[in-house]
């Protein structure tokens, strides 16, 4: 047991309070010293910076206006729309707890996909933060699955049709795709069951799961150190400290980034409450129209396409057609005879590698398409969680980096808006050819960064952050 701490008499009252629950409940005292007051920050972070503790705010508005909306929403096939058009026309304030829950979906995945291209660019996923990136990516992931889940609970045209689509594509896996589509459903079609499932875990599973890697993402970032934009380790072991052994390049994060994220989260605000009240539906981007239209299985919309956040790997699912995979078989041959004509190793390796490359092509030739379409579908965020172990560039900041790699983000970046536009748009001839390349360029992005990423001559990287007072 803790002894407890002793206060002078003439302490004002509040101190008296605080070292009142400070003697009772130390725990909670020392967490906030570990991972605020005595959290030392490095002192160069820049506006990229807030969009972590925005994911945060975002996290709190979705749970506090889920629960209301809770309180409301009938999971039944028969009576959801209805529900929701109840909350939205006579619950009293219930068409702004709906309005911030589905303008913070969307809101979500605009500040994680910042806060994953800041640390893209400033290489926050290098050692020693590889941890701290699987675990954003594993956030990413049950994000997605959140997402989805509740896009199906409006019960409305888009909701029932994108999720007949979605959830009919796992029927594509070889073997086990129609009993997997079969669980996921509840039944032979889209229904009642299906919504039941999707409520219990929009609700209940995938939050929990969710908040569990938000704790790990941060215990692990705090364990470790935040990176910075220099990518400069404050905390290494050749770092300069003070008297009291605290990092020079950093600052307490309370109340320097505290002060620093309250302004971000104003701006914000700001722009978050603008969009509830004035263009909630923003375009149908946030609110497709036809999902103000009650599910009818009888009637199938002329385009189904999802909310935009899942539209760039919507593209790459529709870019995997037979055509494409008559490339894609290319490749796959073409890299396994270039890598056993220009790499030396063993005859018994090169006669397995090219093996392998028969072996794979016959697999693509024997599997449907489609299959392939859900493959690189998932593939496109699997392949996020290697990242670390991709990247062998010898600086971890853009900063340093060859002036070329900036160009190369930056297609990277202009190609994912683009896929994401195609996912929103009907079929057409010249879009299939540019998802294709798009495909193309995306997975060559990572799947060559072990070879272009030792390419060119990087700028000498500083031993101190580099800071100016604002």
């Given amino acids: 047991m803790a002894e407890f701490k002793d206060i002078s008499p003439n302490a004002s009252a509040g101190a008296k309070l605080t070292n009142w629950f400070e003697n009772r409940f130390p725990t909670a005292f020392d967490a906030y010293k570990v991972h605020m007051s005595e959290y030392y920050a490095p002192k160069n972070f820049n506006f990229w910076y807030i969009f972590g503790s925005l994911a945060l705010l975002v996290l709190v508005i979705q749970i506090v206006t889920g629960i209301f909306l809770v309180l409301r929403y009938k999971p039944d096939a028969a009576l959801a729309f209805g529900s929701?058009?109840?909350?939205?026309?006579?619950?009293?304030?219930?068409?702004?707890?709906?309005?911030?829950?589905?303008?913070g979906a969307s809101a979500f995945f605009v500040v994680v996909y910042l806060h994953m291209y800041r640390g893209l660019i400033y290489g926050s996923y290098r050692k020693p933060r590889?941890?701290?990136?699987?675990?954003?990516?594993?956030?990413?992931?049950?994000?997605?699955?959140?997402?989805?889940?509740?896009?199906?609970?409006?019960?409305?045209?888009?909701?029932?049709?994108?999720?007949?689509?979605?959830?009919?594509?796992?029927?594509?896996?070889?073997?086990?795709?129609?009993?997997?589509?079969?669980?996921?459903?509840?039944?032979?079609?889209?229904?009642?069951?299906?919504?039941?499932?999707?409520?219990?875990?929009?609700?209940?599973?995938?939050?929990?799961?969710?908040?569990?890697?938000?704790v790990a993402h941060l215990l692990a970032l705090h364990d470790v150190g935040s990176n910075n934009p220099d990518g400069v380790e404050i905390k290494g072991p050749n770092a300069p400290r003070d008297a009291q052994g605290h990092p020079l390049d950093g600052i307490p994060f309370h109340p320097y980034y505290t002060v620093h994220d309250i302004f971000g989260v104003s701006v914000f605000l700001m722009v978050f409450t603008a969009i509830i009240f004035f263009a909630p539906e923003f375009g149908g981007y946030f609110l497709e129209y036809n999902n103000f239209i009650p599910a009818?299985?009888?009637?199938?919309?002329?385009?189904?396409?999802?909310v935009w956040y899942f539209t760039p790997f919507y593209s790459m699912l529709r870019a995997i057609t037979?055509?494409?995979?008559?490339?894609?078989?290319?490749?796959?041959?073409g890299a396994a005879v270039f890598s056993a004509i220009k790499f030396k190793m063993p005859t018994l390796f090169k006669g397995i590698l090219?093996?392998?490359?028969?072996?794979?092509?016959?697999?693509?030739?024997?599997?449907?398409?489609?299959?392939?379409?859900?493959?690189?579908?998932?593939?496109?965020?699997?392949?996020?969680?290697?990242?670390?172990?991709?990247?062998?560039?010898?600086?971890?900041?853009?900063?340093y980096r060859p002036d070329w790699h900036k160009y190369l983000y930056a297609v990277f970046v202009v190609n994912f808006v683009v896929l994401a536009y195609l996912g929103t748009q009907p079929p057409s001839p010249v879009g299939e050819r540019i998802s294709q390349v798009g495909t193309l360029f995306y997975f060559g992005f990572f799947l060559l960064m072990p070879w272009w990423s030792r390419i060119g001559e990087s700028k000498p990287v500083p031993t101190r952050v580099n800071f100016v007072a604002h």
């Avoid at 009919?168 to 086990?176: C, D, G, K, M, Y």
């Fill in 354 to 399: 090219v093996g392998a490359a028969v072996v794979v092509t016959a697999m693509m030739l024997s599997i449907d398409a489609k299959f392939w379409g859900v493959v690189a579908m998932g593939g496109a965020v699997v392949i996020l969680f290697f990242l670390p172990w991709l990247d062998n560039c010898e600086v971890k900041s853009m900063r």
């Fill in 130 to 214: 590889e941890l701290v990136w699987v675990f954003g990516c594993a956030i990413f992931l049950a994000l997605m699955a959140e997402a989805f889940m509740g896009y199906l609970l409006p019960w409305g045209q888009m909701s029932y049709w994108g999720a007949q689509v979605i959830v009919n594509l796992f029927a594509a896996i070889p073997f086990v795709g129609p009993d997997l589509a079969l669980l996921i459903r509840g039944d032979y079609v889209v229904g009642d069951a299906t919504l039941n499932r999707f409520f219990s875990f929009h609700v209940i599973a995938v939050p929990l799961v969710l908040l569990g890697l938000v």
């Fill in 322 to 333: 037979t055509e494409m995979m008559y490339a894609l078989i290319a490749i796959v041959l």
């Fill in 84 to 103: 929701v058009e109840y909350i939205m026309r006579d619950v009293p304030w219930g068409w702004l707890i709906r309005y911030m829950h589905s303008t």
């Fill in 296 to 306: 009818d299985p009888l009637k199938t919309p002329l385009h189904i396409a999802p």
